[in-house]
C-alpha cells in the first residue's frame, strides 16, 4: 500500500497569512470595500415628503383587510364559514357565526359572521384569507397606513373592516 511519486496531486495554495505580502492584501481589500461609501458620499441625498408624496405600492402588494357587501342589496358577503380562519398560519382571525333570521337578514346565507375580528398585530399579511374565501368577502387593499400606539387599538372588528378606510394622511391639494 505504498504511494508512489506520480500519484501524489500537488494543490497550488496561496501565500502564508501574515508577513508584508498579508499586510498589502490586507489594506488593498479595505481600500475596495472603502470605494463604494466614498461613491456614496459627493450624492445628494433623495427626500420623499411623506404625507404629500406617498410611496407607490406594487399592483400585488397586500395591505389592510376589507369585508365586502353585496353592491345591489347590501347584504354582507361574510356568511361566517371561518374558512380564512382556518387558512390564516398566524391564527389571527377570529370568526363566531350565527344563524340568520329570516326577518332581518345579515348576509345572503343561511348564517353569518356575528363576530368577525382580525388582529393586526399578529397577522403576517400572507393572503391566505383572501385566497381561501369562496365568496370575496374579504380581501386586502393598497393601505399601508396603519400603525397605532396600543396593540389593542390593532384589533379590526367587523365593524372596522366593513367601513370605507380612512386616510390618515390626506395629500396637499394644490396651493396649500
Known amino acids: 500500500m505504498s504511494v508512489r511519486p506520480e500519484e501524489i496531486t500537488v494543490v497550488p495554495r496561496g501565500p502564508e497569512p501574515g508577513g508584508k505580502g498579508g499586510a498589502y492584501r490586507a489594506f488593498g481589500e479595505t ?3 472603502l470605494r463604494t461609501t466614498m461613491s456614496q458620499m459627493f450624492t445628494k441625498p ?7 408624496e ?4 406594487y399592483p400585488r402588494f397586500r395591505g389592510r383587510h376589507r369585508l ?8 354582507e358577503k361574510c356568511v361566517g ?3 380564512c380562519a382556518a387558512a390564516c398560519p398566524a391564527q389571527c382571525i377570529r370568526v363566531v357565526a350565527a344563524e340568520n333570521d329570516p326577518e332581518n337578514r345579515v348576509s345572503a346565507g343561511e348564517r353569518y359572521a356575528a ?3 382580525i388582529n393586526l398585530a399578529r397577522c403576517i399579511f400572507c393572503g391566505y384569507c383572501e385566497l381561501a374565501c369562496p365568496f370575496d368577502a374579504i380581501t386586502m387593499g393598497h393601505d399601508y397606513e396603519m400603525a397605532d400606539y396600543n ?8 365593524e372596522m373592516l366593513l367601513a370605507e378606510p380612512i386616510e390618515r394622511a390626506p395629500l396637499r391639494r394644490e396651493g396649500e
Open 31 to 33: 481600500l475596495r470595500g
Open 46 to 52: 433623495v427626500t420623499i415628503q411623506y404625507p404629500e
Open 54 to 57: 406617498k410611496t407607490p405600492v
Open 68 to 75: 365586502h357587501r353585496f353592491e345591489d342589496t347590501g347584504l
Open 81 to 83: 364559514c371561518s374558512l
Open 115 to 117: 363576530v368577525y375580528e
Open 151 to 158: 396593540r389593542s387599538d390593532l384589533i379590526f372588528t367587523k
